[in-house]
């Protein structure tokens, strides 16, 4: 796996938006997929969505299908999520990270990933 960088987070009003960024490098994306993860205090991590770069394979969980919206710049080597309609219960750490492409589905929540990095922190609140 290689280092990405995730950012973008920050404090919005329920039914607010914001777009998160994960930063890779031009080898991340050529042999790995992205998953978006989140955790909230108290609560497992828990697999958002996910891009696989070499096919046109996304994957969203049921909870954020049709209000999230995955996508790349590969000139920016970047894998954006944006967040519409956001809700209280979106709140927590959000994280980016490499993955193996078959986890890229309903099996994203079992990367049990090694390298967690420090994620962003989105707060919906009113």
């Known amino acids: 796996q290689e280092q990405v960088v995730e950012s973008g987070g920050g404090l919005v009003q329920p039914g607010g938006s914001l777009r998160l960024s994960c930063a890779a490098s031009?080898?991340?994306?050529?042999?790995?997929?992205i998953g978006w993860f989140r955790q909230a205090p108290g609560k497992e991590r828990e697999g958002v969505s996910c891009l696989v770069t070499d096919e046109d394979t996304i994957y969203y969980a049921e909870f954020v299908k049709g209000r999230f919206t995955i996508s790349r710049d590969n000139a920016e080597n970047t894998v954006f999520l944006q967040m519409n309609d956001l809700r209280p219960e979106d709140t927590g750490v959000y994280y980016c990270?490499?993955?193996?492409?078959?986890?890229?589905?309903?099996?994203?929540?079992?990367?049990?990933?090694?390298?967690w990095g420090q994620g962003t922190q989105v707060t919906v609140s009113s």
């Open positions: 031009a080898f991340t994306l050529d042999y790995w997929a």
């Open positions: 990270m490499p993955i193996g492409t078959y986890y890229c589905s309903d099996q994203l929540s079992r990367w049990g990933g090694d390298a």
